[in-house]
């Protein structure tokens, strides 16, 4: 290698020469080391966590950088005597190459680079530069000691302070900086770097004169040559391993940035999907809440009022259960769009449960106005919906609730109120009857609270004993002998006295009660008929009539429930009579024809209840096994004077003669009314006229008499 001889002024002084090869390889490290510190400090500021890791990998990365570039710079250097390195010293120039840079990176670490923090960066890291190359140079322990030239001392830190601000300069601004060719600023600054901290050991050296009789104290401590390679190669491979982690970590920043980015979508648009309804696109119940609160507000500060529609469709479930569920959906859908179209002006529509609409409509809404788009919307609904070519006519019932009524409350309360008056109207609506709407008034609210204590206090009949069964006898026609009698539910109630079942079965059903409560009955009876048959000849051969309704009839699991109580109370099951309304029977024709059958086939017999009350055809009617068809009432009350009420039940009676099923008359109230049935051939009778419905031990006193 060719030799650089450097020349000192004064010829008392030894004559140093540098490796030309071992000076590039030390820029180079120089350069590896700025290039990796540079990348290090922007970790230090992209990096959220870890930073202080990133900085402390920074410090030690300069300052192995700057320590190992001036030890390959010392073994580029050749005295004409033997040269060492004291360990302590030198360990000592390592951790202030370490820390000062440690120091100058924490001054770029934080958003903003005011000029004074970078100018105190870059004297901290040109100082860590000179300091360690002098440190470095007092570990030769020289002797006599080093002379330096002052311009050139003063010069080499120059160079180290001024080329370290321009370095950090550039860093902390290529951290900021998304865009651009990052990489060859990196490079560009890596290199400037690098050739300041090389200018300022090579100027330090230009400044070191060695008097001629020097020796090297430490000379011999350390093998020179193999310690300078150790540390050249080690501050390589911690340099490159440093430099990939750093770039690992920045790539992985990167992912980490996407994918929260991609989160952040995903939850937009789930957030999104929360306000709409899937299946029909309007608003969500959550964002109909949202709006209303908001609308509630804005009316309050301006006394404009708004109401709430609550739309429910009348008999959905039964439609929809004569449907597929494609069309049952697409019902809804149209349903949608018939609203939009009927409510242009409405601020919001909303899917509020499964069949269940809110309209919200704002100024002007007095009733009239309310009324008025109400009958644009019923009116929308007489035209039939049309789904693969059939014809559904839907109805719908609405309650609404006005804002005025709900003043007393704000925010996100007054919204629930009004949803809440809207939904008692609506209720109120539908025990009226359906197809119809009510505003909410004040009085509701005390029926909502007398139904919430009357369901409270039915909770607790059942284990106070409060239920009790009354039988009304059904008596032959001709003869007048009881053969059976049906089974009515009342309740001994402690303040309101004895209650029909009128007054009780549909909170029942309203609070999900009807299940226990029918339980209840057919338990009853059946142990009522379990002692009947115990007793002997008197009753054993009386049967007893239990009604069920539709929902029970079609639950899964009533035909096992009956078929179990029948034989724990082991009895006859043909002296069993299970009375289900017209409408019931109806409503699920093929799951009632297979409990029917499977009941049937157990010996319990069943009876059409209010028979002529629905639309079923009688062919109908005779796929499912019947034993009995009771005319309803309203045909016979009024018959005696009604000509046209007794053509109907001759017509009934011929017909159910011809199916096999026995016929019996409700609602008898007077002994010619009963005379009149007998003679059109009515088998049975049942009646205030016969007999009132009376406690079971008073119908037992009575039959036994009869
Ligand atoms: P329903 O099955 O049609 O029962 C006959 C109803 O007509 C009884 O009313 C009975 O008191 C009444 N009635 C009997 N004779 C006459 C009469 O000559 N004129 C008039 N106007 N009414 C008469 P009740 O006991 O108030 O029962 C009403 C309805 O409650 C029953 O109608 C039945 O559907 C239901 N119900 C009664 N008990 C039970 C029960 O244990 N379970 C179920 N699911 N429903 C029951
Ligand atoms: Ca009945
Ligand atoms: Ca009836």
Redesign the pocket.
């Known amino acids: 290698m060719t030799d650089i001889i450097l020349s000192f002024p004064n010829t008392d002084m030894l004559t140093g020469s540098h490796d030309a090869g071992l000076v590039m390889l030390s820029v180079l490290v120089a350069a590896l080391a700025s290039y990796t510190t540079l990348t290090l400090s922007n970790r230090i500021v992209a990096s959220a966590k870890g930073s202080h890791l990133w900085l402390g990998f920074g410090a030690l990365s300069m300052g192995t950088g700057i320590w190992s570039m001036h030890f390959i710079g010392m073994l580029a250097f050749d005295l004409p005597i033997p040269l060492g390195y004291d360990l302590t010293l030198t360990i000592l120039s390592l951790v202030i190459a370490t820390a000062l840079s440690g120091f100058a990176l924490m001054q770029i670490r934080s958003p903003q680079l005011p000029m004074h923090r970078l100018l105190t960066a870059g004297i901290l890291m040109g100082l860590a530069i000179a300091a360690m190359h002098y440190v470095g140079m007092a570990a030769m322990l020289m002797a006599p000691g080093i002379v330096y030239q002052p311009v050139y001392f003063a010069l080499s830190i120059a160079i180290a302070i001024a080329a370290a601000t321009a370095a950090l300069y550039i860093a902390f601004h290529l951290s900021r900086q998304p865009h651009g060719p990052i990489l060859l600023y990196r490079l560009v600054a890596a290199a400037i770097m690098g050739l300041a901290i090389a200018s300022m050991h090579y100027t330090g050296m230009l400044a070191a004169n060695f008097p001629a009789d020097s020796i090297c104290l430490a000379a011999g401590s350390t093998d020179q040559p193999w310690i300078v390679w150790a540390v050249a190669l080690t501050s390589i491979v911690v340099l490159g391993g440093t430099l990939i982690a750093a770039l690992f970590d920045s790539r992985f920043e990167t992912v980490t940035t996407h994918l929260s980015h991609s989160l952040r979508e995903a939850t937009e648009e789930l957030k999104q999907m929360a306000r709409t309804d899937q299946l029909t696109g309007l608003a969500s119940r959550a964002l109909l809440m949202e709006t209303l609160d908001d609308i509630i507000a804005s009316g309050t500060l301006t006394d404009r009022r708004c109401a709430a529609l609550l739309i429910d469709l009348d008999n959905f479930k039964l439609v929809n259960s004569s449907l597929n569920h494609a069309d049952g959906d697409e019902l809804l859908r149209q349903l949608a769009r018939t609203l939009r179209d009927s409510f242009p002006e409405s601020p919001i529509i909303a899917r509020f449960s499964g069949d269940t609409f809110v309209v919200i409509l704002e100024e002007p809404c007095d009733a009239p106005d309310i009324l008025r788009q109400i009958d644009t919307f019923r009116a929308a609904l007489w035209q039939p919906f049309l789904l693969q070519g059939r014809e559904i006519s839907v109805t719908a019932t609405i309650g609404i609730a006005v804002s005025a009524t709900c003043k007393a409350h704000t925010g996100n309360a007054a919204a629930r109120m009004m949803i809440d008056h809207a939904e008692k109207a609506l209720y109120e609506a539908k025990t009226e009857g359906r197809n119809r709407f009510r505003f909410f008034e004040e009085k509701m609210q005390d029926t909502a609270k007398r139904e919430f204590d009357l369901q409270r206090d039915l909770r607790k009949a059942f284990l106070d004993g409060e239920l009790e069964?009354?039988l009304?006898p059904k008596v032959c026609a001709k003869s007048g002998i009881i053969r059976s009698a049906?089974?009515?539910?009342?309740w001994r109630h402690p303040i309101h006295g004895l209650l029909?079942?009128?007054e009780f079965?549909g909170i029942a059903e309203k609070f999900g009660l009807?299940s226990m409560?029918?339980g209840?009955?057919l338990n009853e009876?059946c142990q009522i008929l379990s002692r009947w048959r115990a007793n002997g000849a008197t009753h054993r051969d009386l049967s007893l009539a239990?009604?069920?309704?539709a929902s029970?009839f079609c639950d899964p699991g009533f035909v096992e429930k009956v078929l179990d109580i029948t034989r724990s109370y082991d009895i006859a099951p043909e002296r069993l009579i299970l009375?289900i309304?017209e409408h019931s029977a109806m409503r699920d024709p093929v799951t009632a024809a297979a409990a029917m059958r499977q009941l049937t086939e157990a010996g319990i017999t069943f009876s059409i209840?209010?028979f002529g009350t629905g639309h079923s055809s009688l062919v109908q009617l005779k796929r499912l096994p019947f034993a009995e068809l009771?005319i309803?009432?309203s045909f016979?009350?009024d018959m005696a004077n009604n000509a046209e009420d007794r053509q109907i039940v001759e017509a009934i009676v011929l017909i159910a003669r011809q199916f096999g099923l026995r016929v019996v008359a409700?609602?008898?109230?007077d002994r010619d009314t009963g005379a009149m049935l007998a003679d059109i051939g009515i088998n049975l009778l049942?009646?205030?006229?016969?007999a009132?419905?009376m406690p079971c031990s008073e119908f037992e006193a009575v039959s036994l008499a009869a």
């Open positions: 069964l009354f009304q049906e089974a009515l539910v009342r029909l079942p009128g079965l009807l409560l029918e209840w009955t009876a239990v009604n069920i309704s029970q009375e309304t209840d209010d009771k309803d009432r016979i009350t409700e609602g008898v109230e049942q009646g205030f006229g016969i009132m419905p």
